[in-house]
């Protein structure tokens, strides 16, 4: 049944999309994306007016994210969707956000208590290592739905459960089918759930799918990060837990999260270059191709070298204590469950027969290839993997690559 509504689903898209084609031939171009347009619809749908408004530099940073969809995004179908990202995903949460501090200001006084921050440079197991940690019950993830919305939520139904859980899986749902639809998941095996934890929360970058054209740390800046996360930290299901982040792109970050949060645990993951390389060139096509970004793929392997010499050289260099953990893919990919052990000791996890069991289960459901397998060549992005390592030499040589 899934798979035929997805079918559907992507039928009447790609009518949309060739409507929009032909219409493009006679000058007509529809489903441009305007800024105070947008701006507009979400103060109307939160019933409440966004400050930042009336911040120029912040004003200037959202309409180069709209102009550049509007040039980038070809098909008027993606661009709907963005439309719909950028007014719930973007401004409605910033004005939750201010909402909710002035409606509760001892949000401002909550205190994370050593998150765990899952990093590295991408498409080097830590997607695994997420859904295995997140079985420690000292552990808080974030689900879909709580990466969605600012909390507390309207005060006269958050405290529902059926009413939330109804809610929060119907729109997982639709979600995920909409992702089936545009994503091949040998690539990008990302399976959307209202309760599993999320993946990819760039606590610098407010939603993920906008990261092949845009960085967006310049239109969530860093008071409301903090803000954000704490709201999750005292009104979550388990408030007084640990909170566990997962996102490759905060190893261009670690000072800043050192920063913000001092006492914070950083596990950083390596594999060797070129296979990194591919696998990302790999599935930066995948999703660019599903939202309407058509890149050629010698761009495409220039930006993946220009993200892992930034992520690698940033790990290099940076400093060191016991509050900053280095994994290797090949030592994970050979025993899980016994890297999760050594990673709970060092972060002062408990480690008990009952995690075990769960983490073999895991394992068990979960084997390598469950969607099939992913399928890629570096040399096909006109990356050459011994010259990368040659490049990389400092990087492998530091870590036991």
């Not at 993946?199 to 939603?207: G, M, Q």
């Not at 290839?369 to 096909?380: E, F, P, Q, T």
Request: aromatic fraction near 8%; charge should be neutral.
């Amino acid at each position: 049944m899934l798979t035929v509504v997805a079918f559907l689903l992507k039928s009447a898209l790609t009518i949309l999309d060739v409507t929009g084609y032909l219409l493009s031939t006679f000058g007509v171009h529809i489903v441009l994306l305007n800024t105070m347009q947008l701006v507009e619809k979400t103060e109307k749908k939160v019933g409440r007016k966004l400050s930042m408004v009336n911040n120029s530099e912040w004003m200037k940073n959202l309409e180069c994210l709209v102009d550049t969809i509007n040039k980038k995004v070809t098909r008027p179908s993606i661009r709907l969707i963005y439309r719909d990202i950028i007014c719930d995903e973007i401004l409605q949460p910033l004005i939750q956000i201010e909402s909710a501090v002035e409606r509760h200001p001892a949000i401002n006084n909550v205190c994370i208590d050593k998150p765990i921050f899952i990093s590295g440079s991408g498409r080097n197991g830590s997607t695994l290592l997420q859904a295995l940690m997140a079985n420690y019950s000292e552990l808080r993830y974030l689900t879909l739905p709580e990466c969605r919305e600012m909390l507390p939520l309207d005060e006269k139904r958050e405290f529902d459960p059926n009413w939330r859980q109804e809610r929060d899986e119907r729109w997982a749902w639709k979600l995920d089918l909409s992702q089936r639809a545009l994503v091949d998941f040998r690539i990008f095996s990302h399976e959307l759930s209202a309760n599993k934890p999320e993946e990819c929360i760039p606590i610098l970058s407010r939603y993920m799918f906008l990261w092949p054209i845009y960085t967006l740390g310049a239109v969530w800046n860093g008071e409301h990060v903090i803000q954000w996360l704490k709201s999750k930290a005292c009104h979550g299901s388990k408030p007084s837990s640990r909170l566990l982040l997962k996102c490759p792109i905060h190893s261009a970050f670690h000072t800043f999260i050192r920063k913000v949060f001092p006492d914070a645990f950083i596990i950083r993951l390596h594999r060797d270059p070129g296979q990194m390389a591919g696998s990302h060139c790999s599935m930066h096509t995948g999703i660019t191709e599903a939202f309407g970004v058509n890149q050629p793929k010698k761009d495409i392997g220039e930006m993946t070298l220009k993200w892992l010499s930034l992520s690698c050289n940033q790990m290099v260099t940076e400093e060191t204590d016991k509050q900053m953990i280095d994994i290797r893919y090949n030592d994970l990919m050979a025993d899980p469950v016994g890297v999760c052990g050594q990673i709970a000791q060092l972060v002062g996890l408990q480690h008990t027969d009952e995690v075990v069991l769960k983490l073999h289960n895991h394992m068990k459901t979960n084997p390598k290839h469950k969607h099939g397998v992913h399928n890629y060549s570096a040399i096909d992005y006109g990356i050459h993997c011994e010259q990368l390592r040659n490049d990389f030499e400092t990087y492998c040589k530091r870590f036991g690559i």
